[in-house]
């Protein structure tokens, strides 16, 4: 049982760049999430999705595009890499009914934006 | 809104200490409260959970009661161990969108 699997853990991208990170979960989750993690910010939501099709925007979702075309995956797409997107992403998924808010998380993806 | 606070970190003690990370919350209506940890280089995962007032979670040896007269759920521990040293987070569910609303996390370090 995998979880929840994100790619890559690790990044380095050029100011500008665009690149996706990979979020795949196999809990027939409906629910899938975004956080960034910084130090001192705790966790901050970019964007989620109740379910296949739907998705919408979280506390900071300037600067990244989500889409959600079936049950597993939800990639993150980072439009034009900026230092201020340094940071580490967590990708999340619970059921909705009564599992709801009991989050499972991926390992991380560490990004570095030079 | 909804906000949740967490005592800030670093929290530092000796093997077998008790501990009490304290977490108070606001919120409307009657929330869910959520302890979540995450273990040096990992993503968090659920430590306990509670879902009405006077509700105890526990898991692991950790405890914490949803206090909804002070507005708390303190998480405790009778002794702990360096396996435990993590960022603790406290959260909390009010709304019917399926967001958790995040304390900033608080490092707990336990020296041998």
């Known amino acids: 049982n995998a979880g929840v699997t994100q790619t890559p853990k690790f990044q380095v991208l050029k100011t500008g760049q665009s690149m996706t990170l990979q979020c795949a979960q196999d809990?027939?989750?409906?629910?899938m999430s975004w956080y960034r993690q910084d130090p001192g910010m705790g966790l901050r939501l970019i964007h989620y999705s109740v379910g296949a099709g739907i998705t919408d925007q979280g506390e900071v979702p300037n600067g990244y595009n989500v889409s959600r075309s079936t049950t597993e995956d939800f990639p993150l797409r980072l439009l034009s890499a900026a230092p201020s997107q340094t940071s580490v992403y967590f990708c999340?998924?619970?059921?909705?009914?009564?599992?709801?808010?009991?989050?499972?998380f991926g390992a991380g993806s560490r990004l570095t934006v030079l | 809104g909804d906000s949740v606070t967490q005592m800030e970190g670093p929290v530092t003690l000796s093997e077998e200490a008790f501990l009490t990370i304290n977490c108070t919350y606001t919120?409307?209506?009657?929330?869910?409260l959520f302890w979540y940890v995450q273990y040096p280089g990992e993503g968090l995962q659920l430590l306990l959970k509670a879902t009405k007032a006077d509700d105890k979670g526990s898991n692991k040896g950790f405890e914490a009661t949803y206090r909804k007269e002070t507005t708390s759920f303190h998480l405790e521990k009778g002794s702990v161990q360096v396996s435990d040293s993590a960022v603790y987070f406290c959260?909390?569910?009010?709304?019917?969108?399926?967001?958790?609303?995040w304390g900033a996390g608080t490092k707990l370090i336990i020296k041998p």
């Open positions: 919120a409307t209506g009657y929330p869910s």
């Open positions: 999340a998924s619970s059921s909705t009914g009564t599992g709801a808010n009991v989050l499972t």
């Open positions: 959260a909390l569910s009010a709304g019917s969108n399926y967001q958790l609303i």
């Open positions: 809990m027939n989750h409906e629910y």
